[in-house]
């Protein structure tokens, strides 16, 4: 089990690489942001650029909810949610630059 110490290092290096990944991707991303890749390869399905940045930071804040037991979340549900956050903004910024 890692000690709790490490644990909120760890959220706390997720969430700051999510906050500077969200930062870069309002500056450059255009104001539509293609969400979908069509078969052709060209780009489908906007969304506006403000909802394109808050969606991996809502994801990474679902982490921190309780569990069944009223419990804090463990710390690999936490870590798979900022993964999955960062791929998602990653995905977002190489897609549409």
Known sequence: ???SKLEKNIKLGFGIVIFILGIISFIILPNKVGMQISVSGKLQNYMPKIIAVIIPIGLYGLGFLPNGNGKSAEIKRNIILSLLAIV???FT???NL
Request: aromatic share 0%; proline share 0%.
């Open 1 to 3: 089990m890692i000690n």
């Open 93 to 95: 910024l190489v897609s």
């Open 88 to 90: 998602i903004q990653i």
